[in-house]
């Protein structure tokens, strides 16, 4: 990789329209398949998913622990997918969600962003609830490696919001800071829920990307997604994962319908 993160999916979303795919073999979506829960069905889904939207998508998002739960067999999966969807020019954005300290994030960074590891994506989510300072290890490897993340700051689930409304200035700040001197859009990103009713705190001297998961099943259009992000909906990905997983035959049809309203509401 000869360019940073935040440079390459800013071309990405320029020239692919502004949408993330997430894939999310959970066992109801296996089952929704006619797919046995296992490894084998767990490759099908996958790899199905990856052909029909990774020449559409800007990014595509594997949720890790569906992988994880199947042991090595599943990580073995997972380890073919990374490649594969990057093959075929999507970026791979790990829905991973790490976070701890020292060594141990350490050891997360080299697994996921190292260029050279078998399981190198172009991004991961990461966890700051550790004290954002946690994350200063894993934002050097990021930025050594061209790689990206994206920090938790607010999201869509109800027993979230207590905690985060309290910690999540800091959050963005320790982002911004991250971002300082970066051309054009910087290589960490917050993630930040697309069903929110407000942020609720400003995201223009952000400097990176927003992941904002929660369009179509959770309830979120794009036409909410643009009013949310109304200051910088530049710089927005929203993520969509079982709208469009539902029917193995409309994936491709159905992340289109999605890509082209994101393109209309967050261009617009």
Not at 79 to 93: N, S
Not at 252 to 262: A, K, P, V
Request: charged share 20%.
């Amino acid at each position: 990789m000869s360019e940073p993160f935040g440079v390459r999916l800013r071309t990405q979303m320029e020239r692919r329209g502004p949408l993330c795919v997430g894939i999310d073999p959970s066992p109801a979506l296996l089952t929704a398949w006619g797919l046995d829960d296992s490894p084998a069905g767990l490759e099908r889904f996958s790899f199905t998913v990856a052909e029909a939207v990774a020449d559409v998508a800007a990014a595509v998002k594997p949720q890790s622990a569906f992988f994880e739960r199947w042991g090595s067999r599943g990580v073995a999966v997972l380890e073919r997918l990374i490649p594969a969807l990057r093959e075929a020019g999507a970026l791979v954005v790990l829905d991973a969600k790490r976070g701890d300290i020292a060594s141990t994030m350490a050891g997360y960074a080299e697994a996921y962003l190292e260029q050279g590891s078998p399981m190198a994506v172009d991004a991961m989510t990461v966890s700051p609830y550790l004290g954002f300072g946690s994350l200063a290890g894993t934002i050097a490897t990021a930025h050594a490696n061209d790689a990206g993340l994206f920090v938790l700051a607010r999201t869509s689930n109800p027993e979230a919001a207590l905690l985060q409304e309290t910690v999540a200035d800091q959050i963005f700040e320790g982002v911004a800071a991250a971002n300082e001197g970066a051309a054009g859009l910087g290589s960490v990103g917050v993630v930040v829920g697309a069903t929110l009713d407000k942020v609720g705190h400003p995201l223009d001297r952000l400097g990176g990307p927003v992941l904002s998961p929660g369009l179509g099943a959770q309830g979120a259009s794009a036409a909410a997604v643009a009013r949310l992000f109304s200051g910088v909906r530049h710089a927005v990905l929203p993520s969509v994962s079982r709208a469009v997983l539902g029917d193995p035959t409309r994936i491709r049809s159905l992340t289109e319908r999605y890509r082209d309203e994101c393109v209309r509401h967050l261009r617009g």
